[in-house]
C-alpha cells in the first residue's frame, strides 16, 4: 500500500517536513558549510607557513617529530662542528662527508632548513648551538634584550657582550630559544659563554649565577627531550655534572687543564673537546697536534683540531682531515 510520502512525489509535490525535521536538516547543513569552510582555512594556513604557496626555500618547517626519551651519547661519540654556515644537504638525496656520529650546527643559521631532518634520515644526531650567556646583535631575536641586562664586551669578540644570565627576561628569551631549538627537532643544545664568572663581565657574575642559569637551562631543555652540554666553564663541572649529557670544551690541552672535565669520561658522558692549533686543519703544526691529542687527562675525549672561526674543515687525532660541504 503506497504511503502518503510515495503519493506526494508522484503527483509532482514534495511531502511537508514537519517543523522538527526542518530543524535538524538546518542543522546538518549548516555543520557541512562550517567544516568545509575550516578545511579551507587550514589547507591555506599550512600552505603558507611550510611554504606551499611560493618557492622560498628559507620557509620555516613543520614541526619535527619529538623523541620519547632524552639522549645520552657515549663517551668517544665522533663528531664535528661548523658554525659559521649552513650545511650544504639535498633534503631528497642526503649525504654529509665526515660519517660522524654528531654534527654540532648553528641553530639560527638552519632554523629553516631541512638540515636537522636531513642528518637524521643518515642516523646522525644534532646539536643546536646558540650563545646562551652573551648578546649577538645580529639574532632575529637581538632587539628583545633589555639594555640594562648587556654588560662588557666579551675579549676578543667585539660584537659581543656578557648577558647578566640572572635576568628573568633574559631567561625568557632563552626558553623561547630552547622552544625554537624543540620545534627544529634538535637532539640537544649547546649553550655557549656561560663561563662569565671567569671573565671580565661588567655584571658581576659570580659561579652561583652561572650554576642556577645552567640548572635553569637543563630543566627547560629537559622537559622539551632535548640533552644539554656545559660549554667551558670548568670551575663549576662537579656541581653541574649531574645535569648534564655531555661537555663541549674548548682548548683545554692549551691551558693544561683536560683534567678538570675528565669527570664527564668518568661519569660515562663524552667531551666533546675542540683544540685550535696552528695551521689546522688542513697544515696543522705536528708538535701542536701530537700534544693536544695526547694531553694529560683528555684521554677519551671526542677530540677535534679546528680553526679558530670552526668553518667547515677539521682534522682528527687518527689523521684524517675532511671537507664538509657547504653552502658560501
Same mark, same amino acid.
Given at each position: 500500500?503506497?504511503?502518503?510520502?510515495?503519493?506526494?512525489?508522484?503527483?509532482?509535490?514534495?511531502?511537508?517536513?514537519?517543523?522538527?525535521?526542518? +530543524?535538524? +536538516?538546518?542543522?546538518?547543513?549548516?555543520?557541512?558549510?562550517?567544516?568545509?569552510?575550516?578545511?579551507?582555512?587550514?589547507?591555506?594556513?599550512?600552505?603558507?607557513?611550510?611554504?606551499?604557496?611560493?618557492?622560498?626555500?628559507?620557509?620555516?618547517?613543520? $614541526?619535527?617529530?619529538?623523541?620519547?626519551?632524552?639522549?645520552?651519547?657515549?663517551?668517544?661519540?665522533?663528531?664535528?662542528?661548523?658554525?659559521?654556515?649552513?650545511?650544504?644537504?639535498?633534503?631528497?638525496?642526503?649525504?654529509?662527508?665526515?660519517?660522524?656520529?654528531?654534527?654540532?650546527?648553528?641553530?639560527?643559521?638552519?632554523?629553516?632548513?631541512?638540515?636537522?631532518?636531513?642528518?637524521?634520515?643518515?642516523?646522525?644526531?644534532?646539536? %643546536?648551538?646558540?650563545?646562551?650567556?652573551?648578546?649577538?646583535?645580529?639574532?632575529?631575536?637581538?632587539?628583545?634584550?633589555?639594555?640594562? @641586562?648587556?654588560?662588557?664586551?666579551?675579549?676578543?669578540? $667585539?660584537?659581543?657582550?656578557? +648577558?647578566?644570565?640572572?635576568?628573568?627576561?633574559?631567561?625568557?628569551?632563552?626558553?623561547?630559544?630552547?622552544?625554537?631549538?624543540?620545534?627544529?627537532?634538535? #637532539?640537544?643544545?649547546?649553550?655557549?659563554?656561560? #663561563?662569565?664568572?671567569?671573565?671580565?663581565?661588567?655584571?658581576?657574575?659570580?659561579?652561583?649565577?652561572?650554576?642556577?642559569?645552567?640548572?635553569?637551562?637543563? @630543566?627547560?631543555?629537559?622537559?622539551?627531550?632535548?640533552?644539554?652540554?656545559?660549554?667551558?666553564?670548568?670551575?663549576?663541572?662537579?656541581?653541574?655534572?649531574?645535569?648534564?649529557?655531555?661537555?663541549?670544551?674548548?682548548? %683545554?690541552?692549551?691551558?693544561?687543564?683536560?683534567?678538570?672535565?675528565?669527570?664527564?669520561?668518568?661519569?660515562?658522558?663524552?667531551?666533546?673537546?675542540?683544540?685550535?692549533?696552528?695551521?689546522?686543519?688542513?697544515?696543522?703544526?705536528?708538535?701542536?697536534?701530537?700534544?693536544?691529542?695526547?694531553?694529560?687527562?683528555?684521554?677519551?675525549?671526542?677530540?677535534?683540531?679546528?680553526?679558530?672561526? +670552526?668553518?667547515?674543515?677539521?682534522?682528527?687525532?687518527?689523521?684524517?682531515?675532511?671537507?664538509?660541504?657547504?653552502?658560501?
Amino acid at each position: 500500500m503506497e504511503g502518503k510520502e510515495g503519493r506526494l512525489r508522484r503527483n509532482g509535490r514534495e511531502p511537508r517536513l514537519s517543523r522538527r525535521q526542518k +530543524l535538524v +536538516l538546518a542543522a546538518v547543513a549548516a555543520a557541512v558549510i562550517i567544516v568545509a569552510i575550516l578545511g579551507l582555512g587550514l589547507g591555506l594556513g599550512l600552505k603558507n607557513r611550510y611554504g606551499g604557496g611560493g618557492d622560498d626555500s628559507e620557509t620555516e618547517q613543520p $614541526p619535527a617529530p619529538q623523541p620519547t626519551a632524552i639522549w645520552q651519547p657515549a663517551v668517544n661519540t665522533s663528531w664535528q662542528i661548523i658554525l659559521n654556515s649552513k650545511l650544504d644537504i639535498d633534503p631528497n638525496n642526503p649525504a654529509v662527508e665526515p660519517d660522524v656520529e654528531v654534527y654540532d650546527i648553528d641553530m639560527f643559521m638552519h632554523r629553516n632548513t631541512a638540515v636537522v631532518s636531513s642528518l637524521h634520515k643518515l642516523g646522525k644526531k644534532v646539536i %643546536c648551538y646558540f650563545s646562551a650567556g652573551s648578546y649577538e646583535p645580529n639574532r632575529p631575536d637581538s632587539s628583545r634584550f633589555p639594555k640594562q @641586562d648587556i654588560g662588557a664586551v666579551l675579549d676578543g669578540w $667585539p660584537d659581543e657582550k656578557w +648577558l647578566n644570565i640572572s635576568s628573568p627576561a633574559i631567561r625568557e628569551i632563552m626558553v623561547g630559544r630552547l622552544e625554537m631549538a624543540s620545534k627544529m627537532g634538535c #637532539d640537544a643544545v649547546d649553550p655557549d659563554n656561560v #663561563d662569565g664568572f671567569q671573565n671580565k663581565n661588567g655584571l658581576g657574575l659570580r659561579p652561583q649565577d652561572s650554576i642556577s642559569f645552567m640548572t635553569f637551562l637543563a @630543566d627547560e631543555a629537559h622537559k622539551r627531550k632535548m640533552a644539554i652540554g656545559l660549554k667551558n666553564a670548568g670551575d663549576i663541572v662537579e656541581t653541574l655534572l649531574p645535569r648534564m649529557q655531555f661537555a663541549v670544551n674548548e682548548e %683545554c690541552a692549551e691551558f693544561k687543564a683536560c683534567t678538570i672535565f675528565s669527570p664527564f669520561v668518568e661519569a660515562g658522558k663524552p667531551v666533546f673537546h675542540i683544540e685550535y692549533p696552528e695551521g689546522a686543519p688542513f697544515d696543522t703544526n705536528p708538535e701542536q697536534k701530537e700534544e693536544y691529542c695526547n694531553a694529560p687527562g683528555a684521554q677519551g675525549f671526542s677530540t677535534i683540531l679546528k680553526a679558530m672561526n +670552526l668553518n667547515f674543515g677539521a682534522e682528527y687525532c687518527d689523521g684524517r682531515q675532511v671537507r664538509t660541504k657547504v653552502l658560501q
